[in-house]
């Protein structure tokens, strides 16, 4: 299986281009012409920067970090895509219209993204989660024979591969012609499911690192502790506010703020009331970059009982928090207890307290860990994710 090669700084995708809609004719002639070609582009002479990819997608907000770089590399890249709140420079776009609920919108996602497939001749499509792009993407894969990746990054393998239906996602991992995951650890998972190492390829869950840059020396933090996520059952953010709780003994202060909404934020409220933490914790709602968070707080928390290696991790760190994070995921594979965060031993939330505790009381040592998380930012940015998807495409290729 591949792994990641030198590291490098970030780099942004430039230009514009105008953005295809439904029913538009098709770019390289007839569809007829597309069939009697029958790949003849694809093989030993294509190259990543002469690859048509077909991206399917419903990860809104998110497509930039996640397909801006291979944007970047690709010669050209199209989206089949759910509200696309932040184009892409050079990509283009086939969007869903915005009908009905989300539900209909994704089916009729699948729709387009066979007409899309069909009009126009592509070297590969691309998808991120299994259900349901990456199905999605292995039926575009039986009908046109375009190589098919699937990116995973998380609850595929960590939750739905356990499943007393785990038998049906391990089956489609295999038919894959590229998987890609965010760190060693779970290509070592993914392999152990059945897929050849030589089609696991770790996928850089990058960030801009101009945006997320560390703290000027001096800033002055209104906020100890952040939380960030969606208030759902894997993210666990009750179990913050219970930490919290076993920090608010008398004569220690402490701000804490926790940005994220979900099914979870009445019960995050109630408990917040139950402990009497409604002067030092701030429910902010959602927001689509919570960079202004991170720099105005001095320690990051995680309380997941299960993750991958979380976006919102590594934008803290590559900004100059101390992580306070679980063994969970591919986190261990990046963060080592002691020097660039603070593992714990396990969720209870005495643990987690203890080690917040830590933080409050100990600042050298939480500037240390801090000013270590920093170098996050050199695995973790936008280029070295563009060599990542270099490696995919010459994968898609084989």
Not at 29 to 51: I, L, V
Not at 114 to 131: C, F, K, P, Q, W
Not at 320 to 348: E, W, Y
Request: charge should be negative.
């Amino acid at each position: 299986m591949s792994r990641p090669s030198t590291r490098s700084t970030s780099t942004e995708p430039s230009g514009s281009h105008d953005s295809p809609s439904v029913g538009e004719a098709p770019r390289d002639g007839e569809s007829a012409n597309r069939n009697q070609r029958q790949r003849t582009t694809r093989g030993s002479e294509t190259t990543p920067d002469d690859t048509r990819v077909l991206v399917i997608t419903g990860l809104s907000h998110k497509n930039e970090c996640h397909y801006g770089p291979l944007v970047n590399v690709a010669g050209e890249t199209t989206l089949v895509c759910l509200d696309p709140t932040y184009d892409i420079d050079d990509a283009n776009y086939v969007r869903v219209p915005g009908v009905g609920p989300r539900i209909l919108r994704i089916a009729l996602l699948f729709v387009i993204a066979l007409y899309e497939g069909h009009r126009n001749d592509y070297d590969a499509v691309a998808s991120i989660s299994l259900v349901p792009y990456g199905i999605y993407a292995l039926a575009l894969k039986a009908l046109y024979g375009y190589p098919a990746h699937l990116g995973i990054i998380g609850i595929d393998l960590d939750y739905h591969a356990r499943q007393w239906y785990g038998a049906g996602p391990r089956w489609a991992f295999r038919r894959f012609d590229a998987v890609s995951v965010p760190g060693p650890s779970h290509a070592e998972a993914l392999s152990r499911t059945g897929v050849s190492d030589d089609r696991i390829e770790i996928l850089t869950n990058a960030i801009d690192t101009e945006t997320y840059r560390p703290v000027e020396d001096g800033a002055d933090a209104d906020c100890e502790f952040v939380w960030v996520g969606r208030f759902s059952e894997e993210k666990d953010p009750v179990r913050f506010v219970r930490a919290l709780a076993e920090l608010d003994a008398p004569g220690r202060e402490f701000q804490a703020v926790m940005v994220g909404d979900g099914p979870l934020r009445s019960a995050v409220a109630a408990e917040i009331r139950a402990n009497d933490l409604e002067n030092r914790v701030d429910l902010t709602g959602w927001v689509d970059d919570p960079v202004a968070y991170y720099r105005r707080s001095e320690v990051f928390v995680l309380t997941s009982s299960r993750d991958a290696l979380p976006l919102v991790m590594i934008e803290a760190m590559a900004t100059g928090l101390a992580p306070v994070v679980p063994s969970v995921g591919s986190i261990p594979d990046i963060v080592t207890d002691g020097h660039n965060g603070i593992v714990v031993s396990n969720r209870d939330p005495t643990t987690f307290a203890e080690a917040m505790k830590r933080c409050l009381d100990d600042s050298a040592y939480r500037c240390t860990i801090g000013a270590n998380a920093t170098s996050i930012r050199l695995s973790f940015s936008l280029s070295q994710a563009s060599d990542d998807w270099c490696r995919i495409l010459s994968t898609l290729e084989e």
